[in-house]
């Protein structure tokens, strides 16, 4: 397993997709056509990988001190008919006391913080060139990402990626889920981090927020990570059994940086 550092100090010196030598800026619209094609063959890749998710939520009083706390550790595995499936480890009973986790938190969890933006996705976003940047040492395009309208029902991602200039697959996300919900539910901005996890796409590993959520009766802060460990790619020929613990990872995920 390869972290987004250990990644950019091996291939430094070579030489990026798009090059920086090559005397005119990348085509914005080309590199987006072909990193969302990446993303589309890793969201179908992805489908066939076992891996367990842990979320781990506090809510922090004006100190900063712990109060009501919520984790879910749960693993997706592949049932005996093959389908894919999650299995509950543990889930200690939620102490929260001033926030109440909906059905739009769900989703995010499951869908916009570990952000995927594959080509039939493209049409649903305003999506601008902001340049070139790097993510611990790995060169990078940057592009702010919005829904151009919103479905009732549907959450979108809104912020800004970084998409590796070689590889040409997001390696980091910094935003918000959002969507049409009823007034008085707010949602934390976070930052996830991908690593390349077999030697050919991009994993997300770890997803952070420290945010105060802005309630018409109260402010709250929040403090969130979620981590995707120990991924296993499913083969037919393999037997998985339901209910198997997977391994407790032991790589450090990459740590968003300080501010």
Same mark, same amino acid.
Request: charged content about 30%.
């Given at each position: 397993m390869r972290s987004i550092l250990v990644f950019g100090t091996i291939l430094l010196a070579a030489a990026p997709v798009f090059g920086a030598d090559a005397g005119k800026d990348p085509d914005p619209q080309e590199i987006i $056509? !072909?990193?969302?094609?990446? =993303?589309? =063959?890793?969201?179908?890749? !992805?489908?066939?990988? +076992?891996? !367990?998710?842990? &979320?781990k939520l506090t809510e922090l009083d004006a100190g900063g001190n712990p109060m009501g706390k919520y984790e879910?550790? =749960?693993? &997706? &595995?592949?049932?005996?008919d093959g389908k894919r499936t999650e299995k509950v480890v543990r889930a200690p009973m939620a102490t929260l006391q001033r926030i109440l986790l909906t059905p739009e938190d769900e989703a995010d969890l499951r869908h916009v913080q570990p952000f995927v933006l594959t080509t039939d996705q493209i049409p649903s976003y305003d999506i601008q060139f902001l340049g070139r940047q790097k993510v611990d040492e790995v060169g990078c395009f940057a592009f702010s990402v919005k829904p151009k309208k919103m479905e009732k029902g549907k959450r979108y991602f809104e912020g800004q990626i970084w998409v590796d200039d070689r *590889?040409?697959? #997001?390696?980091?996300?910094? /935003?918000?889920? &959002? /969507? #049409?919900?009823? $007034?008085?539910?707010?949602?934390?901005?976070?930052e996830t981090y991908r690593e390349q996890i077999d030697g050919k796409y991009w994993f997300p +590993?770890?997803?952070?927020? *420290? *945010? +105060?959520?802005?309630?018409p009766e109260y402010d709250q802060r929040i403090s969130m990570t979620v981590k995707y460990q120990d991924y296993k790619q499913f083969k037919s020929q393999t037997n998985i059994t339901f209910g198997d613990e997977a391994k407790p990872d032991t790589t450090t995920p990459q740590a968003p940086p300080k501010k």
């Open positions: $056509k !072909r990193f969302a094609a990446k =993303e589309a =063959e890793f969201a179908k890749a !992805r489908e066939n990988y +076992t891996y !367990r998710q842990t &979320v879910l550790i =749960e693993d &997706v &595995v592949f049932a005996a *590889d040409l697959q #997001i390696v980091k996300t910094y /935003g918000k889920g &959002v /969507g #049409i919900v009823k $007034k008085g539910n707010e949602f934390p901005r976070f +590993t770890y997803t952070h927020a *420290d *945010d +105060t959520l802005h309630f």
